[in-house]
């Protein structure tokens, strides 16, 4: 179907008056810029000449039978009497500017060729202007098929902008939502109108927490992990933790390494209670109101290199202040084999509103002084396993408390069983995952 003759049979059937009321373009276009991209340059050639053709066609169509093409036209399909007297219209008043941003009109390019023949536009204008919006109209879709062919992943502010757009859909949908709602209201003169809104914002903003943390959260379970090893130095890893993937919010300290398989039997001999986390479990309605319960809510998600913590650990607490710590599994050391682990330990201080992976909820308030609780880990292992080896690395920048960070710090990283581990040497496989 996209091969050089389906090109340019797609672009002359949407530019030929007729053809053009069931063909659409853009496909055609689309697959042209996805093959350029790859080099065949003929695809362009076909494609364009077919949308050349078809223009040049429609436009002696209109010139000679005009009137009675638009008569039965608007016969077959009387929704068109519309469009057609709004495109003479413009033909008349602006005919340069409309044959060449024809394609860019949306309802009326179709017939624009047509109602310039019939209204005896000269050849050679309506051949230079129409081919202009042909360049300018076929290229744009021309552009986005090179785009989609080279990867939007190669254009980061793209790839941003397709991140917050995916992570922020129910946001977006309820203020549209919203905005139809007032609108309607208006329209309609409903009484208490801001009453009922503020009750229907509440409302979907209820909806839009219960969905992102009882049913879409724990899609990472399901989700298969590639992950292909990369030698990273740790002076060079991101000791930054997000909660979302858009690049908007505010960081949270990663602050932790530990050395061995798993940090899980030394937080369990720590008196660490292990938490459940809504990305890693399946966590449905009464389970987290048991967790409520027994005071070990479950931990929001944090985001390191895209992907949430694989495990989470708190000690005994109550429901609004608790010590806790979340790891992630960053890879194999290559000199010493050994997993090397990242953890975010903070202190939660009571509740805010907050936004949050594209919605806006309520979670824990964290203590800015995120050193504190990093220097308790440390004197509580020392006091239970004097033996462990344990260090404060400068690996990390140090932190002011502003617009893109929650907490302050020194930059010192606390490196558990850091047998491994000097000034000099400091390197990490580091496991990229594609999430």
Known sequence: MFDGLG??????????????????GEPFFIAAGFQLYSGAWMALVFVMLGGFVGDQLSYFIGLKWGRTAQKKLIQFRP?????????????????TFIIVAARLLGPIAWVVPV???????????????????LLLGGGQFIAWGMLLAHGVEQFPLLGAVKVFLGEHQSLLIGLVAVTIFVVVGNKFKWRKLTLKTSAFLVAWLCYANYAHFFWKADDFQNQQTSAQMNSVDLQQVTYKAFPGLSPIYDAQAINVVYVGESPRELM??????????????????SSYLTLLKDKTPPVSDLYWRNQPQ?????????????????????????????????????????????????????????????????????????????NTELVNLPLANAQVMNDQHDYYTDGKILVIGSTTYSDDSQTLDVAVNDI
């Not at 929704?79 to 005919?95: E, N, Q, S």
């Not at 008196?271 to 990305?279: D, K, L, M, P, V």
């Not at 708190?314 to 682990?341: C, E, F, V, Y």
């Not at 824990?364 to 004197?379: F, G, M, S, T, Y």
Request: hydrophobic share 40%; aromatic share 10%; charged share 25%.
């Open 7 to 24: 090109l340019f049979l797609g672009a002359l059937g949407d530019a030929l008056i007729g053809p053009n009321l069931f063909v659409p």
């Open 79 to 95: 929704k068109t009497k519309r469009l057609i007297a709004r495109c003479r219209y413009l033909i008349a008043k602006k005919g």
């Open 115 to 133: 109602i310039a023949g019939s209204h005896r536009v000269k050849w050679r204008s309506f051949t230079l202007f129409s081919s202009v919006g």
């Open 268 to 285: 369990n001999q720590l008196g660490w209670i292990e938490n459940q986390t809504f990305s890693r479990n399946d966590i449905e309605w």
């Open 310 to 386: 694989d495990m989470a650990f708190q000690l005994p607490g109550n429901l609004m202040k608790r010590s806790h710590i979340r790891w992630w599994n960053a890879g194999l050391d290559r000199n010493s084999n050994q997993t090397k682990w990242l953890g975010a330990i903070s202190y939660d201080d009571g509740l805010k509103v907050t936004p949050y992976s594209g919605i806006v909820t309520v979670l824990h308030k964290i203590d800015p002084n995120v050193d504190e609780e990093r220097d308790r880990l440390a004197q509580q292992i020392k006091s239970a396993y004097p």
